[in-house]
Each structure stands twice: as structure tokens, then as C-alpha cells.
């Protein structure tokens, strides 16, 4: 029997399309990029792990978006990780698995900060599965509208210990004010030598009229985030390096749907950022 998920808001529930989109991913061998753990969440959802007719359009948009992404910031953590940064920061991790998937350096202490609601499913699904942890996780239920960082400082984290935070499949939900109330806030816990990594896109006629076929409402959850990535990262202190997504997918041997792909025929730029802290916020 499925589980209850209508403790789950409308944000929180977009996490299942992406966990199908890894599904799928998963089902077909040899791509740059598993989760043997997605289709758990699906199944304990009561949910399809094939689109709908209505979101076929959705999944051809997003899928090599959330492929590349994956396999992307996979790296980048287990690199981070590795090298410094013990502590991992998930921010409105979703379905993400990384904490039983990826294969952390010992020692690595990962925070989940996200909806109570979606962190009891999770702990319900792996726990009824018997999934092991690869890490030491310590999920931080709260809501990113309200002030979330006394939360994480509860569960342990350390100010002035160098992290690794990711931003994945969130800033294009939130408005360039809401966006620099997040940076500016992770910023301020992030000791010299932290990274930070996030992917964001600017929403063109594409993704519109997929979401539309699904639901007009879940075309208005999508908002525009920082126009310039780039600068936004500057102001808060951070030294960046951006990268066009079609770029990133072409050395993983994948291309991307035309709406990511970036020139006069595109419908906007995709990005994949990492940065490095290494100054106190602009006045």
C-alpha cells in the first residue's frame, strides 16, 4: 500500500518527477549517471515510474538536465568531501539519495535540510527497505522560509568548519529576492575555503508548455532566480566558476534538449556552478 504523501506541499511533490526522471536513468545501463534508490520513493508514493502522456514533454526537456546535474555535483561533493570539506549540506534535498548512494571519505557528516514532512518519507522508505547509510546523516527539518540556520547549527554543524553546500533543482522555484535571502544565508555559515555548487536555468517557452501540459499551476511554481550567476556569487563573497550545461553533458558523452542549449536558437542559458568562499559578504 502507498504511503500518505498529502503532508508533502506542491514544491516538495516536484521531487518525485525528478526522482522518476533518475529512475529512468537507472533502468537504462550504461549512462553517466545511477540511483538504484528513486524508484523506492516512486513505489512508496503509489506513483507511475513511466510519464504520463501529459509529462512526456516534461521528461524530454529535464531528463538530460537532471542526468548531467547528478553526475556533475556527484563528483564535485566526493571531490569536496575529500579534500577538506567534512561537512556536506544538502539544502532542500527532495528525494536525493546521496547520503545511502554515494560512497563519502570517512568521516563525512551530512546534513539534509528540507521539509519534515519529505524527510519522514525518506527515513520511512529506507528504514523499511533496510538501506544502509554511507555517511553520517543528521536531516534538519525546516522550512527554507523561515529561519533555518539555528536548526542546522543544532544539529552540528560547525561555522568554522569549511562545507560543501549544494543548491540542486531550486533556484529557478524562487524569485531573485528569495535567492539572495538563501545565498545570503548559507554564506554567512560558510568558513574560508567552503564550496558551493548549484544549477539554474533561465525558464523558456520549452519547459512553459511542458509544465502546462502537466498542470498551469506547476508552470507558476517556477519563478526566475539570479539573472547572472556569476555576479550574484561575487556580491556574497564567492569566487565562481560557471558552466554551460551543454558543455558539461558533451564531456559526459550526452547532449541536452535544445531548450538547454545555449545560443540565438535557444531558449536561455542552463548553468552548472560550483564556487569557493573567500570573502566576507559586499556591503
Known sequence: MAMDVSGIDAIGRTAFAVAALRAAEHREAGGPFTDPYAEFFLEAAGMPLEPHPDGRDFAAVM?????????????????????????????????????WRLAWP???????????PVLRF????????????????????????????????E???RVDRPSVWLVEGLLYAL??????????????LSAPGS???????EVGPSLRAATDRISPGLTRLWKSGPADPAAWLH???????????????????????PAHMPGPQADGHSWLASATRTAAVAN
Open 63 to 99: 531528463r538530460p538536465q537532471a542526468v548531467v546535474r547528478g553526475r556533475y555535483f556527484d563528483d564535485l561533493l566526493l571531490s569536496a568531501a575529500a579534500t577538506g570539506c567534512g561537512q556536506v549540506v544538502l539544502v532542500a534535498s527532495g528525494m536525493d539519495s546521496r547520503p
Open 106 to 116: 570517512e568521516g563525512t557528516v551530512l546534513f539534509e535540510v528540507e521539509q519534515e
Open 122 to 153: 525518506k527515513d520511512r522508505v529506507m528504514g523499511e527497505r533496510q538501506v544502509q547509510l554511507a555517511c553520517s546523516r543528521r536531516p534538519v527539518g525546516v522550512d527554507l522560509r523561515d529561519d533555518w540556520a539555528p536548526a542546522l547549527c
Open 155 to 157: 544539529a552540528g554543524f
Open 175 to 188: 524569485d531573485e529576492s528569495a535567492s539572495d535571502r538563501l545565498l545570503a544565508g548559507l554564506s554567512g
Open 195 to 201: 564550496v558551493l555548487a548549484f544549477d539554474h536555468f
Open 235 to 257: 556580491r556574497h563573497g564567492w569566487e565562481p566558476a560557471v558552466r554551460e550545461l551543454a558543455d558539461v553533458a558533451a564531456s559526459f558523452g550526452r547532449t541536452v534538449h
